[in-house]
């Protein structure tokens, strides 16, 4: 396609619930990275994938999150027993060379 | 610890009226400083790249510029589809990973007719 894109665009989840959320980079695009946006902030870091190598997982905030992008193109975030905090927009972005770095439009995660 | 501070939080102009955005950083070597528009709802849309002091780049009404500790974000004679919230971010040349941003939390620019 065109642009990174994201999906689902909007989940709703009861607190406890697994989530996964899909992001198809741009394509031939080695960088891939997960920010995540509160309301009113700037995105936050955290991880990034070359290729299929996760090369930096520093940001990612508890060990309920889990990335993976098995074949260097499609990645996964997975959120294991959601909580209210982990309300946000989780963003995907992509990169040809780290100059010029394209996001997605954003899944939107309500916890309830 | 790199950082990034944007101000003013918000700014409203009448239509016509140019103005500028700021952007502070303070990063342990500076590879690239990146302007992002982003609009409510949707992800943020690349603007620029800057890289060295007294790099300038523009685009229809928008001219970014870069010093060493700051980057402007000059709007000339905006309209009202120029508002937005837009995203300044940096990016370090050692210590992380590379292709890594920081962002700050963004400038909310209205346009009134």
């Known amino acids: 396609g065109a642009g990174v894109s994201q999906s689902p665009r909007y989940k709703v989840a009861k607190r406890g619930q697994d989530v996964a959320l899909r992001c198809d980079p741009i394509?031939?695009?080695?960088?891939l990275f997960w920010y995540q946006q509160a309301l009113g902030q700037g995105p936050e870091f955290l991880t990034y994938?070359?290729?299929?190598?996760?090369?930096?997982k520093s940001g990612l905030p508890s060990d309920r999150f889990f990335a993976e992008r098995p074949e260097g193109s499609v990645s996964t975030l997975k959120i294991q027993r959601t909580q209210q905090e982990d309300s946000a927009v989780y963003l995907c972005a992509s990169s040809l060379n780290v100059n010029t770095i394209y996001f997605g439009e954003g899944s939107w995660l309500t916890v309830v | 610890e790199d950082q990034v501070t944007q101000s003013p939080e918000a700014l409203r102009l009448q239509e016509g009226e140019s103005s500028s955005l700021n952007c502070s950083y303070t990063v342990s070597g500076l590879r690239g400083l990146f302007w992002y528009r982003q609009d409510p709802g949707k992800g943020p849309e690349f603007l620029f790249t800057?890289?060295?002091a007294g790099e300038e780049k523009e685009k229809e009404r928008l001219k970014a510029t870069l010093t060493k500790k700051e980057s402007f974000l000059h709007i000339t004679a905006p309209k009202p589809e120029d508002s937005a919230t837009y995203l300044c971010?940096?990016?370090?040349?050692?210590?992380?990973?590379?292709?890594?941003?920081?962002f700050g939390r963004g400038t909310q620019l209205t346009v009134w007719p």
């Open positions: 994938f070359q290729n299929e190598a996760q090369l930096d």
């Open positions: 800057l890289y060295s």
């Open positions: 394509s031939g695009h080695v960088s």
């Open positions: 971010a940096v990016q370090a040349d050692r210590g992380s990973t590379l292709g890594r941003l920081y």
